[in-house]
């Protein structure tokens, strides 16, 4: 396996862990992004531009080669969703943690797809993963046909198949273990979310309230005058203060333990999806297995040469499967302990300074008395 | 004390004139003296006449002027002349003070005063009160009602004949008034010895006289109560006394007693305390404060001077050793008819209490009627009374239906913080300290049940702020500010309301804000607690538990900082909303004075007019009468402008306190509001180092 990783790395002229989607240009309605990565040689970087439908091509690319061993046993770094421009709040709401802030959110995760993909042992080997990144024209605009990933027509045959009994346990498990975590990583992401939403709420309400604090003061020479003008102005600064605070607060909230809670979510959604694709060839075998079982001797050879053929596919799946469950186990860990340590670094950060913020305010109010 | 103000216009488009008073006298004491004739003999005087007639004629602040003026003739009316500024302090005094006062407001503590103290003299005075203000509906005794019904019809009948035109019904009051006043006096001569009051004294001296003397040494006992009992701001004020004392019932003892009337109002007698007479103190003390300025003014602007340093000193000590708080809200009753109880805690040092300690149970409506009280005693003169918060007829059906959850909980904590804080500028305010009012709020076991708080309840009291406003602006066109430091203090105040109301709104959306701040959290805390327990890396597990567990902790702390947003700075922005309504109430009353003064002045016109009018046509017996109204009115105009003087100086020095206890009670708030936060951030830091190995340990 390290072997493999090492030797997909050789497939591609750039470093993995240097590609960074580093701004997004809007056109009209339609955004580009600006991807910048670093060659292998060190020296120069490729610098590309890539609409979101680039990106859906390379992710319906990617799932589309047939002539990949196992390729449905892989889980695919999931792309997230469309970033609409002038979206409405409720599509908003749908890219969750992504929908916030000046889109910064929403590059993190392109650029985190990215990486994932260029880093796969599989995927990475694939020439448009090469194009994508380096080459200044796409690698294809071509609408790509629905095919059997399409989440539609998944979800239709998701009612089926889902409570299919497995034949391993460990996929059974996993199965069952991933339903659970999936609902509860979304639930969450999306209470995390709210916690952030309200806390660039108070924000911009301690903004305001800043602001209008400004309003207050009183011109004039009395003393008196001068001395609650003071007043509101000093307190204008605190709530300036604890705005910025509240601010800094959300920002970590959103770039650390957000961004990592939705792409947890998006990789179980992920996980869910390829443990699926198993289901269903597993479901397909079995009836290969019946239908040989059944079939009539005329027939039995051709069914037996189906069924072979359906069992080695299953197989290569659950084999890539197995390791791609592995590894996003491992990865999935690190994601959440990554974010969960720089989040409360990050806060902690925060807090230190706002906490220095207010004893110097503290103190400015304590000798005005 | 709206009725002040209606009175004014009243008492000058009526003629009163003074010389014919004898006349009518005669008819009013006939009609109203049947019972007592013993009276006459005092009444018959012209010169007492003409006081009173002053008194009801103009405002009760007339009186001293004229009063004084009597006094100097050194006439037998002194004696007469010695009750409005007698009233003050004498139980007698506030008998006959009481229609004066009634003049002015109404207070039905008033009318039942009288009756207890004199019977005989209290009919025709309360008849005399039921009528004057037009809006004195609380009578005691049907009875004097009827009485007043009969004389007054009589009176009306009667003085068309003996007048000119048109025949003021104030002057008829004027007139039943002398004989009111005249027979307390008559009768004080007894009664002064049945009121355990020095008998000595008002026997040695005549019966007009020794009155007036009864009462100057009820006065020079009485401050010397005061004074032992309230060292603190009234020694200069006991030399006053003190001269008082030593002097027998001539001119100068009149103008101390009107000095002594002041520090009365100020500092309050004690003996109010320990009377049934007390009811009727508030009333008589607040006449007597607006009696004895102008007196003051007019005599002795030194004196004047002087105690106004005084007061400026006294308030600069701002007396805090007194701490209100107001605890425990209880719900008595049930249904609709509940209401909720607290229970009042007053802390002191100040002597003029009589425990160091005192707890009272009281419930809302209580607060209101205080405010009532002492927002009718004491707004017209300028004062700006802290009011309380308003009736919340939503809040307060939470309650009652008893619904037990957290807004109802929340209404409750705010209501009671903002009636502490109430209680405490009232307290804090040198003035309103005084008041027996205040006392008797905060040391009486029971307190009578306050009526027609209704006026102030919830949308009501805000209609009532809005109609003074709107009045003051009517008012405002009219009258061409001559002081542009008011001109410019009212443009303040009202920018000042805007932007307070608007910090208030966004305190409040911030609050909101923040609440939902907590609840949220709060379901964080829950999913991660779920996803902790569905995660099988048993080290990302328990970090996800901790971090559950750091989550519910910070909600809390979220909650706190939502109270504490709201109790220091919604609730303080509250209270100055509220606060600035009196502002501009105190600003209303200043510009009512100036009206009255005005009207005066036009009055004065009108007469001097109609004295060349007649000097044309050459009729010397209406001449006469002509120009005693117009000294009359002369002396009334410039008493009118003293008022308005009055008045401002106080609007002025209460609104610069206002400013600089906003100042200062803003900056404790601060204060008290960032070491709160800094401490929560404290917290903060702790609850996040203590899960940041927690984090670091998943592997």
């Known amino acids: ?369 | 004390m709206d009725d002040l103000s209606a009175e004014p216009p009243s008492s000058q488009t009526e003629k009163s004139a003074a010389s014919s008073s004898p006349e009518e006298f005669v008819d009013l004491t006939n009609n109203l003296e049947s019972a007592e004739s013993k009276v006459e003999a005092e009444i018959s005087s012209p010169e007492p006449s003409d006081d009173f007639f002053d008194i009801l004629g103009s405002e009760t602040q007339k009186v001293e002027v004229e009063a004084s003026v009597k006094a100097d003739s050194g006439e037998v009316s002194s004696g007469v002349t010695d009750l409005p500024g007698g009233k003050t302090g004498s139980e007698q005094g506030t008998s006959s003070a009481a229609p004066i006062i009634n003049l002015n407001a109404d207070f039905s503590d008033n009318n039942q005063q009288p009756s207890r103290v004199e019977n005989k003299t209290n009919d025709p005075l309360a008849q005399v009160l039921s009528d004057t203000p037009a809006a004195d509906p609380k009578k005691p005794s049907s009875a004097v009602l009827d009485l007043f019904e009969d004389d007054g019809s009589d009176i009306f009948t009667g003085t068309p004949q003996t007048k000119p035109a048109s025949q003021p019904q104030k002057g008829l009051f004027g007139e039943p008034d002398e004989d009111l006043f005249g027979e307390p006096l008559g009768a004080m001569s007894k009664k002064t010895t049945e009121n355990e009051v020095k008998s000595s004294t008002t026997k040695a001296a005549g019966p007009a006289s020794s009155t007036g003397g009864a009462q100057q040494d009820r006065k020079s006992t009485e401050p010397a109560d005061i004074f032992t009992e309230e060292a603190v701001t009234t020694v200069p004020r006991t030399s006053n006394t003190s001269t008082v004392n030593s002097k027998a019932n001539g001119v100068h003892s009149e103008e101390d007693l009107f000095t002594e009337a002041t520090v009365e109002l100020s500092l309050d007698s004690p003996r109010s305390g320990r009377k049934k007479e007390e009811t009727s103190k508030p009333s008589a003390s607040s006449s007597s404060s607006s009696l004895s300025a102008p007196a003051k003014q007019a005599k002795q602007p030194p004196a004047a001077l002087e105690e106004l340093e005084d007061e400026e000193e006294a308030e600069k000590e701002d007396q805090f050793d007194v701490f209100i708080s107001v605890k425990d809200p209880e719900k008595v009753g049930d249904g609709m008819n509940a209401y909720m109880a607290y229970k009042v805690s007053t802390e002191t040092s100040l002597p003029m209490f009589r425990n160091k300690l005192m707890t009272v149970r009281r419930r809302f409506s209580d607060f209101l009627g205080l405010y009532e009280k002492l927002s009718e005693k004491h707004g017209p003169n300028g004062l700006i009374v802290p009011p309380p918060p308003e009736k919340s007829i939503l809040g307060m059906t939470k309650v009652k239906v008893g619904k037990e959850d957290s807004s109802s909980a929340d209404f409750l904590e705010r209501r009671r913080g903002a009636l502490e804080r109430y209680l405490q500028r009232v307290v804090n305010h040198p003035m309103l300290l005084q008041d027996p009012d205040v006392r008797e709020f905060l040391e009486k076991e029971e307190l009578p049940r306050a009526v027609s708080t209704q006026a102030l309840s919830g949308a009501g009291f805000l209609k009532m702020i809005n109609k003074a406003t709107d009045a003051v602006n009517k008012m405002t066109i009219k009258m061409n500010e001559s002081d542009a430091w008011f001109e410019e203090k009212l443009q303040e105040v009202e920018s000042a309301d805007q932007h307070f109301r608007k910090l208030h709104a966004l305190v409040e959306s911030l609050v909101v804000h923040r609440k939902e701040l907590s609840l949220n959290t709060a379901n964080f805390a829950k999913s991660a607690a779920m996803l902790g327990s569905a995660e099988d890396n048993t080290a990302l597990s328990r970090a996800l538990s901790q971090l559950a567990e750091v989550e519910d902790k910070i909600e809390q702390l979220h909650q706190d900082q939502a109270a504490n947003d709201t109790f220091s700075f919604a609730e303080l922005i509250a209270d100055y909303i509220r606060l600035l309504g009196a502002v501009r109430g105190s600003f209303d009353h200043r510009i009512k004075a100036w009206q009255r003064w005005q009207d005066g002045q036009a009055m004065l016109q009108k007469k001097r007019e109609t004295e060349a009018k007649l000097l044309w046509a050459n009729k010397p017996d209406k001449l006469q009468q002509a120009k005693d109204e117009i000294v009359e009115w002369e002396a009334k105009v410039t008493q009118f402008e003293r008022d308005f003087e009055r008045v401002s100086a106080t609007v002025r020095k209460e609104v610069i306190r206002f400013e600089k206890q906003r100042t200062n009670n803003f900056r404790r708030q601060i204060t008290k509001y960032l070491e709160s936060l800094l401490q929560s951030q404290q917290q903060l830091i702790k609850y996040w180092e203590a899960f940041l190995p927690e984090a670091k340990a998943i592997a």
């Open chain 1, 1 to 369: 396996m390290m072997e493999e990783v090492k030797g997909a790395s050789s497939f591609l002229s750039v470093q993995v862990h240097n590609i960074k989607v580093t701004e997004v240009l809007q056109d009209g309605d339609s955004l580009t992004f600006i991807i910048v990565s670093q060659k292998m040689s060190g020296t120069g970087e490729f610098h590309v531009d890539r609409t979101y439908e680039d990106f859906e091509w390379l992710q319906q690319h990617l799932f589309s080669q047939e002539d990949v061993p196992g390729i449905q046993g892989v889980i695919f770094p999931p792309l997230p969703a469309r970033l609409q421009v002038n979206a409405s709040s409720k599509t908003l709401r749908h890219l969750g943690f992504l929908g916030l802030g000046e889109w910064q959110p929403y590059c993190k995760a392109l650029e985190t797809f990215l990486r994932q993909v260029a880093a796969h042992s599989i995927l990475s080997k694939n020439r448009a993963v090469e194009i994508f990144l380096t080459s200044s024209d796409p690698p294809g605009r071509q609408k790509v046909k629905k095919n059997i990933f399409n989440r539609l027509s998944q979800a239709v045959e998701e009612m089926r198949k889902e409570g299919h009994k497995d034949v391993d346990d460990f996929f059974q498990t996993k199965r069952d273990h991933n339903f659970l975590l999936t609902g509860y990583t979304k639930m969450a992401a999306e209470k995390f979310l709210d916690v952030v939403l309200t806390e660039q709420k108070i924000a911009v309400a301690c903004g305001h309230f800043s602001t209008a604090l400004h309003l207050c003061m009183e011109q004039g020479e009395n003393p008196e005058k001068q001395d609650f003008s003071q007043v509101c102005v000093k307190l204008s600064e605190v709530f300036n203060s604890i705005k910025k605070s509240m601010t800094s607060t959300a920002m970590n909230d959103m770039n650390t333990l957000g961004l990592g809670l939705d792409l947890e979510t998006r990789y179980q959604e992920a996980e869910k999806e390829m443990l699926f694709r198993r289901t269903c060839k597993l479901v397909e075998l079995q009836n290969a297995t019946k239908n040989a079982e059944k079939a009539k001797p005329v027939k039995k050879a051709v069914m037996e040469e189906a069924k072979k053929a359906t069992e080695t596919e299953f197989r290569q799946i659950c084999e890539v499967a197995k390791k791609e469950i592995i590894q996003l186990e491992s990865k999935h860990v690190e994601t959440l302990q990554q974010a969960l340590v720089q989040w409360c670094e990050k806060q902690l950060l925060t807090a230190k300074e706002s906490a220095e913020v207010y004893s110097q305010h503290l103190q400015t109010f304590k000798r005005m008395q």
